[in-house]
């Protein structure tokens, strides 16, 4: 090397570690009604409704690809890198990136742990597991959106960073990086997936020697990887006879393209006479799929067949999927799988690892399938000691204990989840609202009275909340209003019924019409028709008799707000009714010509929908608009904090409970957050002096703190035993209960004290810091029982514990070595971490 060259060299050197000390890793973004995530919601919400209308895949064309250097004749073995979940915390995918552009070393196969893992070939490190020819990602590429500035920032740039620190010493040679879309790749419609996986026009991935402060280009190249790929699903044809596809199937779904595609690739018949979309034959050509398949598979898809010790359900989207492809479902069966074939089913979607079913190399049983869980390629941690137990996990990372201590602790600290979004604000809104409900408006405060009228803003004060006091006083109408116990119970009762009512239609309304959608029989049709519109008719006839229904009183301010409210969210699900039946005549047209009997329920429910709108406002609306105004506010937040957080509980963490007494603990750990939330900021505002209300503060926070180191020693936790785990469940629940009653009792035990503008903040900033205390027991009682592990992580935001896989693959055997990282670092090069060798497991196909 002449002395220019030799010059160049330094300085580049010197240019990256300068480059290196500059980096801004950033945490996970915040999942907690973060402002990322509320920044994204309009492109959530548009997926979420339109996304079956708007599916790229229809205009994709797919091809089957063959790796570089699939030479069989020269190659004993063939290698292959997997991650998952990648762009959110930039340390994590850092740390990933430049395992999979680095060989490493390991020390036992036969022992999995710490300390079996390096980059270096020395001490004992004697076993090379080579860098991958291709790098394959599973999905949610980027966080909460997988778009163009998303995945520049936290996968671009951190897998660049990991390139340059790498070439410092030695050249790294581009190989194919290929890749599925999830969830959050599909909020962009594919846009961002595109850009990072597909055949750019131009190759933009030039050594970056000469440009290290830019990192980054519109197409999102990485320097250590090409991109060949030219749609969202691929197959790829590996040595040995493997094949590895990837599906491109939300939700579990699969379109007719895609399954065309794969099956093209091992039995082109059925596509080509067109026998594989042939109904009449369906049993027959999914057995003819059964038989052909190919022996040898890895079946990469967004979201796992099996995950928390539960399979998928036979009747569950990717179990169909499944077998659409001539694929057994063995995730049903016990992990039993034709002895002539050899599979491994592979996904992300959920952030930790998990292995059913496949054999260690100290097992001496061979094994011919697993389904494997690997999503911890730089997402934030998902607890992995949610467990329903129905089937046995072989291997786990992080172990139970790890998992439990990780995130109980960092749940119970509301530093934690004040940074880990706006709920902080939402409780803040909620306790001021309430505050202000009960201390000001008449229509709210003579529910409960909570203070004397003499501590309420006068309105001889004339200042500003004497001034709305007086834009919200409801005494001249006091003489004609009804009690609540009167007339317009009745009103309220039918109300509530025929939400309930809608909401039941709504969900129910596609099996009313399943058997007869695409079917012939008139007569059918026609009663799926009537019975779906007849009882909302029924329903309609009573409101019918409501508007003749003439009553001299009025209704309390407060009730008829409430009474607004119900009927409009009744029109609005009527309208979802209607919507939903146009979805339903929109796919019979495809076989069957609209007639205008079909097009009846639409007008229908139209009207229907807009006289409950009008009837909720004209009926009710009786009061001046500013006290109908808040108090419909009112009633919208209070439902939010009482309903809305116990149906949270009973649906969202008890999803994973398989009956009711176990949704109905839930109910229960959502109803007391609800009471605390709600009322713990306001006693402390209407009742404790200034000293009280900073003690009551203090020591709640602190007791919070400790709880978050008691329940997770080694002494209570052990080995964290199913058993155990549910144990420290009731323990965090009682512990909970005492520290909720003693701060309730505390908030409210000092005398009424006087409404000011003094108050009001203070209510603001106490609602915002006990959302926070809350929150964090709340998710932390949940977790216990095997509810909210995607809430509890988001919580948590750790990078702790991410993972990889590479794989080997011979002519009979597939073998998966998942390389772990308890604690990701900021510069390889200068500090590696500690690397753990965490899994290796060995599939066995038929010689």
């Known amino acids: 090397m002449d002395n220019k060259k030799f010059k160049e060299k330094i300085s580049a050197v010197l240019n990256r570690s300068s480059a290196a000390e500059k980096r801004d890793f950033k945490r996970p973004v915040s999942w907690l009604m973060g402002r990322e995530l509320l920044a994204g919601l309009k492109y959530i919400t548009a997926y979420i409704f339109m996304g079956d209308k708007q599916d790229p895949r229809d205009w994709m064309y797919a091809k089957t690809i063959t790796p570089p250097r699939c030479n069989n004749g020269d190659q004993e073995s063939y290698w292959f890198d997997y991650i998952a979940d990648t762009g959110d915390g930039m340390r994590a995918v850092y ?162 393209r895609q399954q065309a595609f794969f099956v093209s690739g091992f039995y082109p018949k059925l596509v080509k006479d067109g026998t594989l979309f042939d109904e009449n034959k369906k049993d027959e050509v999914l057995q003819t799929l059964k038989d052909s398949a190919p022996n040898k598979l890895i079946i990469a898809t967004p979201e796992p067949s099996t995950v928390f010790g539960k399979p998928a359900t036979k009747d569950d989207q990717i179990t169909k999927t499944f077998e659409r492809l001539g694929l057994e479902p063995s995730f049903l069966n016990g992990g039993k799988l034709n002895p002539d074939k050899c599979r491994l089913d592979i996904s992300g979607n959920i952030h930790h690892y998990e292995r059913y079913w496949g054999t260690t190399p100290n097992n001496s049983m061979s094994s011919n399938y697993a389904s494997v869980v690997a999503g911890g390629g730089g997402a934030f941690l998902h607890p992995s000691h949610t467990d329903v137990a129905e089937i046995e996990k072989q291997s786990l990372y992080p172990n139970r204990k790890d998992s439990h201590i990780e995130i109980t602790q960092k749940i119970l600290n509301p530093w934690n989840i004040f940074h880990g979004g706006y709920i902080w604000l939402a409780g803040a809104i909620i306790s001021l609202i309430t505050y202000f409900a009960v201390t000001i408006p008449q229509s709210t405060w003579s529910l409960f009275e909570l203070i004397p009228d003499n501590l309420r803003p006068t309105i001889e004060n004339q200042d ?110 009527i309208f979802s009714l209607s919507r939903r039946y146009s979805d339903i005549l929109i796919d019979r047209s495809k076989l069957h010509r609209e007639t205008l009997k079909d097009l009846m329920p639409l007008w229908v429910l139209g009207i229907i929908g807009t006289v409950y709108a009008g009837f909720g406002f004209l009926h009710y609306g009786v009061y001046k608009s500013s006290i109908m105004s808040f108090d419909l506010l009112v009633a919208v937040i209070w439902s939010l ?207």
């Open 95 to 256: 740390n990933i990136a430049y395992l999979c552009m680095s060989d490493v070393w390991i020390k036992n196969i036969n022992t999995p742990g710490q300390d079996q893992v390096s980059l270096i070939p020395d001490n004992g490190f004697e076993q090379r597991l080579p860098r991958g020819e291709f790098l394959f990602v599973g999905g949610d590429t980027a966080y909460h959106i997988a778009d163009i500035a998303s995945l520049r920032e936290r996968f671009q740039i951190p897998f660049n960073w990991a390139y340059q620190d790498i070439s410092i010493s030695r050249v790294v040679d581009q190989r194919p990086i290929y890749g599925i879309p999830a969830n959050h790749d599909y909020y962009d419609a594919l846009d961002g997936f595109n850009r990072q996986f597909c055949h750019p026009i131009t190759d933009d991935t030039t050594d970056p020697s000469c440009k290290l402060d830019d990192l980054k280009d519109p197409q999102l190249g990485l320097y250590g990887f090409k991109r060949t790929q030219t749609a969202s699903y691929v197959a790829l044809h590996l040595p040995f006879g493997w094949q590895l596809w990837g599906l491109d199937s939300q939700e579990g779904k699969m379109d007719k």
């Open 464 to 573: 500003l909340l004497a001034r709305i006091r007086l834009a919200l006083d409801t005494s001249t109408s006091a003489q004609n209003t009804e009690p609540f116990l009167g007339w317009y119970l009745f009103d309220l009762i039918y109300i509530l019924l025929l939400v309930g009512f809608l909401a039941y239609w709504w969900m129910r309304t596609p099996d009313v019409f399943k058997l007869y959608k695409y079917s012939d029989a008139k007569e059918g049709w026609s009663r799926s028709i009537l019975k779906f519109i007849a009882p909302i008719v029924f329903a309609f006839i009573f409101l019918i008799a409501l508007i003749y229904w003439h009553i001299e009183l009025y209704p309390l301010p407060f009730l008829a707000g409430l009474l607004i409210d119900l009927y409009f969210i009744a029109a609005v699900l």
């Open 641 to 847: 904090a009482t309903i809305g957080l116990v149906a949270l509980a009973f649906f969202g963490g008890g999803k994973l409970s398989s009956n009711t007494a176990e949704k109905a603990k839930f109910a229960a750990i959502g109803l007391w957050h609800s009471i605390l939330q709600v009322v713990v900021p306001v006693c402390l505002a209407l009742y404790a002096s200034w000293t009280n209300l900073l003690v009551i503060s203090l020591i709640t926070v602190a007791v919070t703190l400790v709880a978050g180191y008691v329940f997770t020693r080694e002494r209570l936790v052990k080995d964290l035993s199913k058993e155990d785990q549910s144990k420290i469940g009731n323990w965090l629940f009682a512990a909970w209960g005492i520290v909720g009653v003693v701060v309730l009792l505390a908030a409210a035990w000092g005398g009424p004290v006087a409404v000011d503008s003094w108050r009001l903040l203070a209510v603001f900033v106490l609602g915002g810091l006990f959302s926070c205390i809350w929150f964090g027991w709340y998710l932390a009682v949940s977790l216990a029982f095997n509810g909210h592990n995607n809430e509890a992580g988001g919580g948590a935001r750790s990078e702790n514990y991410r993972h990889m896989i590479r794989f080997k693959l011979t002519e009979d055997t597939l073998t998966g070595y998942v390389i772990g990282i308890d604690t990701p670092v900021e510069n390889l090069s200068t500090k590696p971490p500690k690397f753990r060798l965490v899994d290796v497991f060995t599939l066995q196909a038929k010689k």
